[in-house]
């Protein structure tokens, strides 16, 4: 018999001040440019700037920040507490 699967997302909004700082300075410390650093986090350049200068009108998602975490080889020490 065929089956329905059932998917529930939780959304959880937390702020992380200074990220955008911790962004940029990790993306200054690395010798790629940021053409190359958008295109392989697939994003563009005016959405990564505007993370940078925390200029957001809607949160980031968990999964932007892992996409930049894992081009720039960095931890942005951003988690939520799942208590």
């Known amino acids: 018999m065929p089956t329905v699967k059932v998917k529930r997302v939780v959304e959880l909004v937390a702020d992380f001040p200074g990220l955008g700082r911790r962004i940029k300075a990790a993306r200054v410390s690395e010798p790629r440019s940021v053409a190359a650093s958008c295109r392989d986090a697939v994003m563009s350049r005016q959405y990564w700037f505007q993370l940078e200068r ?19 080889g960095v931890s942005l020490e951003v988690s939520f507490d799942d208590n």
């Open 54 to 72: 925390e200029d957001l009108r809607a949160p980031a998602t968990e999964e932007i920040i892992r996409r930049i975490e894992s081009v720039l």
